[in-house]
């Protein structure tokens, strides 16, 4: 999925058609966008309070796919935050998914 350019990676050419990056202001409203696999937020939220955190997980709650995964740094945790997501680990690796709605 993955090609070497210039001693970095690259996004091979049949992945690359269903992948999309958008760019957007975290603290502001969000504009109406579908739903999405995965959602990564490597080394983003250390940056913000608790509040602020709490309120952008949620807003990643209502696009990401019942089935989908949010990704966090490894100094990041959601401890302290009630999220509505089960946390996820193995093979070395954690994420974050929504909890089934009863």
Same mark, same amino acid.
Not at 3 to 18: A, D, F, V
Not at 45 to 48: A, E, G, T, V
Not at 51 to 58: D, F, G, I, N, Y
């Given at each position: 999925? @993955? #090609?070497? *350019?210039?001693?970095?990676? =690259?996004?091979?050419?049949? %992945? &690359?058609? *269903?992948?999309?990056? &958008? %760019? *957007?202001? *975290?603290?502001?409203?969000?504009?109406?966008?579908?739903? !999405?696999? !995965?959602? !990564?937020? +490597?080394?983003v939220?250390?940056? @913000?309070d608790v509040?602020? +955190?709490? =309120?952008?997980?949620?807003k990643? &709650? +209502?696009?990401?796919?019942?089935?989908?995964?949010?990704?966090?740094?490894?100094?990041?945790?959601?401890?302290?935050?009630?999220?509505?997501?089960? +946390?996820i680990?193995? #093979?070395?690796? =954690?994420?974050?998914r929504?909890?089934?709605k009863?």
């Open positions: 999925y @993955f #090609s070497p *350019l210039q001693g970095k990676w =690259s996004i091979g050419q049949e %992945c &690359r058609k *269903l992948v999309e990056f &958008r %760019c *957007l202001n *975290l603290n502001e409203a969000w504009p109406p966008m579908p739903f !999405f696999d !995965f959602v !990564f937020l +490597r080394n939220m250390i940056y @913000f509040p602020t +955190r709490a =309120s952008l997980v949620q990643v &709650r +209502r696009v990401l796919k019942p089935d989908g995964a949010m990704f966090l740094g490894g100094a990041e945790t959601l401890i302290g935050i009630d999220t509505g997501y089960d +946390r680990t193995g #093979s070395g690796c =954690s994420y974050y929504p909890k089934a009863a």
